[in-house]
Nanobody, 114 residues
Framework: QVQLVESGGGLVQAGGSLRLSCAAS????????MRWYRQAPGNQRELVGG???????NYADSVKGRFTISRDNAKNTVYLQMNSLKPEDTAVYYC?????????WGQGTTWEVT
């Protein structure tokens, strides 16, 4: 059974930093690309960025230069380091991965820029 568990939510001041984590189980983590999404109230879920199994990253234009995705294959965990946070970054953040037949999502972690 695939499980993705996000953590790291809370309150942070504008301009501050926060790191989210997503612990994965039930997959061969080093072989899986991982993605971060976010959904703000009243908005559709949007892709924040992703990291391939080889560590190549890509980001949405709205977060490029401020957010960094990394992975620790020994811990089966992917991270989202968020710097220079803005109020518009406030959302529920989800991690996601997919296999040949299914896409999997975590329960999301929420935080707010004050």
């Amino acid at each position: 059974q695939v499980q993705l568990v996000e953590s790291g939510g809370g309150l942070v001041q504008a301009g501050g930093s926060l790191r989210l984590s997503c612990a994965a189980s039930g997959i061969i983590f080093p072989f899986n690309a991982m993605r971060w999404y976010r959904q703000a109230p009243g908005n559709q879920r949007e892709l924040v960025g992703g990291i391939t199994s080889g560590g190549i990253t890509n980001y949405a234009d709205s977060v490029k230069g401020r957010f960094t995705i990394s992975r620790d294959n020994a811990k089966n965990t992917v991270y989202l380091q968020m710097n220079s946070l803005k109020p518009e970054d406030t959302a529920v953040y989800y991690c996601s991965t997919s296999t040949t037949f299914n896409e999997y999502w975590g329960q999301g972690t929420t935080w707010e820029v004050t």
